[in-house]
């Protein structure tokens, strides 16, 4: 069987020393238990997850804005037969410029599809890099959709909020300095300022007013942006969604990027293709 390690790439806008630094930042993008420094070369940090994994990381290379490497010296496997499957295999994240954009490359090596915790393991990494660290980097959640639409189609559904969010949404919409209110039963409200309107390229909406029932810090979303960038692929269409401030440190995090992966991916994408989304219906 041919060995290949486990890998998985991400493309950011932000420059190579800001994804460099929330790289080393690995307490806001990889969830556990960590101690020890994360920043800092020859020396060593561990990771625990509950009873289920422990690993211990040395840092063998970092060359700012282009490449952090961990060894892993130490781990305790629970859920597989050899518990130490991770011993000795490397950690990378490989940075490099891609035009106007950043190019982070992370690999596992020793992770490979023969191994019993392979399939766990790259899941949660792909997890980990795809949606933690890339918004650590960005300093928002965004996700990214592709669609057999015109941009003009596409921008067209996503002005039309109440077609694919909630029908329980007061106000306009869909032009510049528009403001309109949403609501979930008593779980959730937020009031939204369209600050910039491109046609068929770009909207962005500024959360003016937030609060949420399930969290201590009720207006976590307060001075967001939410992003929604078109942009033709072919003879496809890309919506790239990002919402500035959405970051792994938020107590609303996990609940906020799986709803809004849902919408965008679901409701959004089926708005787009079919003419009808799946908005949250209207209360009585």
Same mark, same amino acid.
């Given at each position: 069987?041919?060995?290949? #390690? !486990?890998?998985?790439?991400?493309?950011? %806008?932000?420059?190579? *020393?800001?994804?460099? %630094?929330? =790289?080393?930042?690995? *307490?806001?993008w990889w969830t556990g238990e960590i101690e020890g420094p994360t920043d800092q070369l020859e020396k060593e940090f561990t990771f625990r997850y509950k009873e289920f994994h422990y690993s211990k990381h040395k840092l063998i290379e970092m060359i700012p804005d282009k490449k952090v490497v961990w060894l892993v010296t130490d781990s305790?496997?629970?859920?597989?037969k050899d518990k130490q499957e991770w011993n000795g295999t490397r950690i990378s994240f490989e940075i490099t410029p891609k035009d106007d954009?950043?190019?982070?490359?992370?690999?596992?090596?020793?992770?490979?599809?023969?191994? /019993?915790?392979?399939?766990?393991?790259s899941n949660a990494w792909t997890g980990y890099v795809q949606s933690s660290l890339r918004s650590l980097i960005s300093g928002g959640f965004t996700t990214t959709i592709l669609v057999n639409a015109t941009?003009?189609?596409? !921008?067209?559904?996503?002005?039309?909020? *109440? @077609?694919?969010?909630?029908?329980? +949404?007061?106000? @306009?919409?869909? /032009?510049?300095?528009?403001? !309109?209110?949403y609501h979930y039963k008593d779980v959730h409200r937020?009031?939204?300022?369209?600050?910039?309107v491109v046609p068929n390229r770009r909207?962005?909406?500024?959360? +003016?007013?937030?609060?949420?029932? !399930? &969290?201590? #810090?009720?207006?976590?979303? +307060? @001075?967001?942006?939410?992003?929604?960038? =078109?942009?033709?692929? @072919? #003879?496809? &269409?890309? +919506?790239r969604f990002t919402q500035t401030g959405l970051v792994p440190a938020y107590e609303c995090y996990d609940i906020c990027q799986n709803a809004w992966t849902t919408y965008i991916h679901h409701s959004l994408r089926d708005l787009i293709n079919t003419g009808k989304g799946n908005p949250n219906p209207k209360e009585s």
């Open positions: 069987m041919e060995k290949k #390690d !486990f890998t998985t790439t991400i493309l950011v %806008d932000q420059s190579p *020393r800001q994804a460099y %630094d929330a =790289i080393n930042d690995v *307490r806001n305790s496997l629970n859920f597989v954009k950043t190019e982070v490359r992370f690999t596992h090596h020793g992770l490979l599809p023969q191994i /019993e915790c392979y399939d766990s393991c941009p003009r189609e596409a !921008f067209r559904a996503v002005t039309h909020v *109440r @077609g694919w969010w909630s029908e329980e +949404i007061e106000g @306009g919409t869909a /032009e510049l300095n528009d403001e !309109f209110h937020c009031t939204m300022k369209l600050v910039e909207v962005v909406w500024l959360c +003016i007013d937030n609060y949420f029932e !399930f &969290t201590d #810090d009720k207006s976590e979303w +307060i @001075g967001n942006r939410i992003s929604f960038d =078109i942009s033709g692929r @072919g #003879d496809q &269409t890309e +919506i």
